[in-house]
């Protein structure tokens, strides 16, 4: 009895809690029954689902254009349409390789061939399945054969070359050897091509993700000697999706690039292997000792070469148009038929993909479930949900990338939102995003409990920055790329959210033939509890969207984060200035000359380009007056408009992200269109904010960069007028 | 003919350079007739007696005790009388244990004996002398034997043991294998006998100066897989010397404690590793893993445990008093015989010691030898120089500080000050001391070539600093322990400094069968061109010092130095202070707590004490005074007084650092009595600055701290009180 009693005490403390929260875009009246539905949501997600889905879906290897994974579309489709969806399978027509031969021999002084493969866990069903399992590779490297000397190039990122410059050491005519992690893998053959190398390897260091983190798989999570990371290397900076059809639907009878002028794939070989191959490599290195931050968790002493280490890499591919299979669910809203929020993850694997990216899956299959039966019993949501399994987003974010080129007008058209996930664990709430969108997320971080300590996912997040050293406010990180909401923020200028938990599941099972059911279940999320409040999460934020008054855009927070970006740039520019001066001062009295160790043959640095003032003022200008319109805005209460006034309101709110974007696109990359957030161009994933400004200032391009503020201004400028627009629709 | 114009030139713009300089304490006239000295000292000194000296004094092994320590002593000895100077032999009566019996093994889950043996490198004589190699063991270890389980303490420094904590992991009753570094040694079995621990085992991973630094030897300078650092863990931060003569000499007829008594002594057994021997007791650990930053080299993931690993320790020494011999070799001043300005390096080695120390003693020699020479030719020394060659350094600065114990009284009315070395190597000029010396030292290196790259040490130097982000400005370190300067300024109140270079000699070899002559001439100082440059700089010193009309003590940089010291501390005691606010805050809001991963049991933080505000307006007072006085000396010049007048201005500067001492000595370590320096009390070697109020800061207590800032003001109105002194002399 006491028991019973504590409980409901508990229960109406919770209560008193949730319906205390303040909720964005609700009328006063409707705030309640929002709460009340997301409540009846949450009480419905069930962890047995996501466990059992996860087992049916992760059994066997699904990458593009397997069986298994045109089964799991099928399947997918047939459970969202048990649930009440408008379930259908939209197919495109993909370049997609499969690798043939795969040879990497060190020839000199002590030959040695790599293996090249995983071994199986004992008693494991997964592991064992042999031919089956794709074969470790890096998709989009070109088809070659190459044979010479090896340097060690760390992360091969630019930073690592100027290192490379000052031993006087090039990769011209020579094979890299570079490490996983400190970038995007595609930037790392990307960069070694456009330095005159003919090959590149890229390993898994033991201190990255082997045993220097921890155990290894079977006995802990991280990746033992054998363990390769798979991954896709087309040069996504560029421009993701099918590398024959840049910017439109990769159709059946669409018109195709002939693969040799395919701009995305790489063009040098580029092999991946484990830290078992890459040892005898990297021992086999003589030439200077590495520079200490370069240096591993392998017994030896790491040098940079060239040589005397000799290799040969050969690599073919099967280079085949493959059929990729969205699955695109949608249950039609009640009130707002033509105003869509769209939840998506893909579906596709390298090998099972327990973690990558079915964890992620599972959670959207449950939300979707719980959303369809609420659905049937009259609680239809007033806007249109749709649900999306995308494939072939591992080799290049391909079939969420073709079905945005297809549908760009509608989207932009009917598209309120667009909330990714993939991959899910043990952890802190992480979300990045549309900063548009911060004030909302944040009041649905307050409303879910982490599953470990009690509190909201908000104050756990809170937490662990405080105890790092951190500040106490929510805030979303800005979006480059990496996953599906690619093409929607960065190509569409749709307003977009990727979501997730993490930070106590900690593996090395990537894209390797570990990340399995048992590895999943052991190490990411026991209990798939995480994998339920990932889903009560994102759809409580699917729930506001579609059935919010008026819909929850916030203007102050993402003025705030602009502006702090513009800040930081104008420093950094300022830091950079200082620095290239106080170097000149160096270079001009020999310090670095004099400081060298004259037996290492370091050729001391140059003197640099001094940096010139650029005129940020029509930035500060244009940032300064859309400050005040903000505040005007804000200061109305739409909540409480008559329908057909909010109905207005919401068209015009809707196409906030796409005044954002700009047709013409980024300099030298046009697909990438928002002038707010973007992949950095040698980061790969990494994300660049007010992208036209800070690369051309971090490339040194200081027309550029004038060019870039004034077009960033005239962006601000639309806004503001866009903000004048909402400000008239509001009253 | 071109070459020899050049060659001409050269000199003609170097010497030029040269008699350009400043030279502090000589009346104008004298200046030219002193560099002119210094040059024709420089011009003498000879590379090839350094190498022929090296080999000779490390051909053997030759700890203190040993009959080939005893053949160098005497062999030194005979040099110096050659040479001019009243050489003797002055013999302390030592305790110095030498292991009998060392065993290490680890007991389960699999048995594994430690070996405890450095295999010797193919072809070399020094490596393979076997049995006449000392065995690798810490010095005044107690005797003792213990089994229990392991537990792995990062490098067994307080912040080590905090982390524990934070774990739940206790070591008491455990032994502990604690990595070498991080601190000085003697400071690992300390604390783990403080914190329970009933052994300790130290090893030398390969990440501090194994493989992961650079190739090992006999390939490159690093410690190959079986060599073991030994050394000392005596407590010396309590006292150093003799531990059973506390403060005073170890005649042979000294009344002495006995052995249970020497607080000096470790309370548990301790002895020093191979990584070989350590590899496989750190793979039997399990229990957590261990925190990022402790991770070291070895190809295993690190655990904490305790256990499951067990292992045994036994250890058995003759503790035999030993003859310590110090060579004190003296060449009387022509007009000021009783002040002596003296120069030491020690002379025993824990193997051949090519490096440590003979590196140090060849240079001090052949300084010895020039200015013997010179005197022959008339040019004698206006003070009494007097050249030390001390033995028992390694055990605890044994020789040197029953030297200093035995004739404190007639060195603090003669000596002027002591400059120290201790091994030597290619690189850069580094110096520290009592920085009344700063300003000379200075000069000096402003006259000094650096060897490598023509400009002066101190400009290279500079560019040292710069070039790694550094400032522009020659400063002496603070001395804290850890060489034979010791007891001269801690103990008895003698201005000292200690000077050599380095940075690009790095190696492995420290206390190891490997540190040799092949070694030293391969890896540390190829030509022995720093060995010269060492003679060189030390040699100017010891002549500036000994001829200065008035001695160059200076007083203005001394001052800004504290200043500087008092300005960190109370910056340091607020930074502490709003940490330990923001800390306790946020363990209020559970921060920690849930910022924690539940699964790992790490117990979150306490609340800490707030720290007082501590009113260090006495310090601010004194140095404020006493900077104001030390602006009314420095505009004085004293160097142009008549010579009687000089005589007394000089015995008053003399005194100066003896000013800077306190009878009464540091909180519970008595024998440390100098105010502004001294090695910390957990730190071994590391010296704290203005040493009673920072430690007692550092320990929060806040008692005794503003009971040491009123000492300290005592201390800097002495100092005044010294300066008004001065200033009446000077005039």
Redesign the interface.
């Known amino acids: 009895m006491i028991q019973k009693f504590i409980t409901l005490t508990l229960v109406l403390l919770l209560s008193l809690g949730t319906y205390a929260q303040s909720i964005t875009g609700f009328k006063p009246e409707n705030k309640a029954a929002q709460l009340e539905l997301e409540a009846q949501f949450e009480s419905r997600l069930k962890a047995e689902n996501l466990d059992a889905w996860m087992q049916r879906l992760a059994a066997e290897p699904h990458w593009v254009g397997t069986d298994y994974g045109k089964k799991n579309a099928e399947w997918m489709a047939e459970q969202f349409r048990s649930w009440g969806y408008d379930a259908k399978i939209e197919t495109y027509h993909i370049l997609f390789p499969y690798p043939k031969v795969r040879e990497l021999e060190l020839l000199s002084p002590d030959p040695y061939t790599a293996k090249l493969t995983a071994v199986p866990v004992e008693g494991d069903p997964y592991t064992a399945q042999g031919d089956a399992l794709l074969p470790s590779y890096n998709a989009f490297s070109t088809d070659g054969e190459a044979e010479a000397e090896l340097v060690f190039v760390n992360y091969g990122i630019p930073q690592d070359y100027e290192e490379l410059e000052k031993m006087g050491i090039d990769v011209k005519g020579k094979i890299v050897i570079a490490k996983y992690y400190g970038s995007w893998r595609g930037i790392k053959p990307k960069l070694a091509a456009e330095k005159g190398a003919i090959g590149c390897i890229i390993y898994s260091d ?1 201190e990255d993700d082997g ?6 798989y079977p006995e ?1 999570a ?1 990746k033992n000697k054998t363990g390769v990371q798979r991954g896709s290397v087309m040069d996504m900076p560029l421009y993701p999706g099918d590398v024959l059809t840049p910017g439109y639907a990769a159709k059946k009878d669409a018109k195709r690039l002939d693969r040799k002028d395919a701009p995305t794939i790489t063009k040098i070989p580029v092999l991946p292997i484990s830290y078992e191959d890459a040892l005898p490599l990297l021992s086999a290195l003589k030439g200077p ?1 590495a520079p200490n931050a370069w ?1 591993g ?5 790491y040098h940079v070469g060239p040589g005397p280490a000799k290799v040969r890499i050969k690599l073919e591919f099967d280079w085949k148009i493959t059929p990729a299979h969205n699955v695109i669910a949608k249950l039609e809203g009640s009130t707002y038929p033509d105003q869509w929020v769209m939840r998506g993850n893909h579906h596709d694997a390298w090998v099972h993909g327990a973690n990558d990216p079915v964890s992620g899956m599972v959670a959207v299959m449950e939300e979707a479930r719980v959303i369809g039966e609420l659905a049937k019993q009259g609680k239809r949501p007033k806007r249109t949900v749709v649900y999306a399994a995308w494939d072939a987003e591992e080799p290049g974010l391909i079939g969420s990338t073709e079905w945005v080129e297809d549908h760009e007008k509608e989207l932009q058209a009917k598209l309120v939102a667009y909330i990714n996930t993939d991959s899910n664990g043990r ?1 802190f709430f992480g979300a990045g995003g549309s900063h548009t969108l911060q004030a909302m997320v944040s009041e649905v971080a307050d409303a879910v409990t982490d599953p ?2 009690g ?1 909201s996912i908000k ?2 997040r ?3 920055q ?3 050293g951190g500040n106490a406010s929510f805030e979303l990180s800005a979006l480059g790329s990496g996953s599906d909401y690619t093409p929607f923020i960065q190509h569409a200028g749709i307003a977009s959210l990727n979501i997730g938990f993490g930070g ?1 599941n900690a593996g090395g099972e990537y894209h390797t033939i570990y990340d399995t059911y048992p590895h999943y279940t052991r190490f990411k999320d026991p209990g798939f509890n995480y994998g339920v409040a990932l889903a009560n999460t994102a759809g409580r934020i699917v729930l506001r969207m579609a059935n919010a008054d008026v819909l929850p855009f916030e203007f102050k927070q993402w003025h705030a984060t602009v502006e702090g970006y513009l800040k930081e740039i104008m420093e950094e520019t300022e830091n950079r200035r200082k620095e290239v001066k106080r170097h000149n001062e ?1 270079v001009d ?11 290492e043959n370091i050729a001391p640095p140059k003197k640099k380009e001094e940096i010139p003032y650029l005129d940020f003022s029509p930035l500060q200008n244009s940032l300064a007056t859309l400050g005040d319109r903000i505040a005007e805005l804000e200061a109305l209460s739409p909540e409480s408009l008559p329908v057909e006034k909010q109905k207005s309101l919401n068209a015009a709110l809707q196409e906030t992200e796409q005044v954002l974007t700009d047709m013409t696109g980024l300099p030298r990359r046009p697909w990438f269109r928002h002038r707010l957030y973007a992949p950095g161009f040698y980061t790969g994933y990494g994300v660049k904010t007010l992208p036209g400004v800070r690369e051309a200032i971090e490339q040194e391009n200081w027309k550029e960069a004038q060019e870039q503020i004034e077009l960033l201004a005239e962006t601000f400028k639309r806004m503001d007028q866009h903000i004048v627009n909402l400000i008239r629709l509001s009253k």
Chains 1, 2 share one sequence.
């Open positions: 033991p045993y220097v983190r921890g155990d290894v802990g991280f000792v240096k968790g392998l017994p030896i002493t952890g470990q300590t509190v104050e756990r809170i937490a662990r405080l105890a790092g106590e160096l009295r020999k310090a670095y000359a004099l400081a060298a160790d004259p037996r």
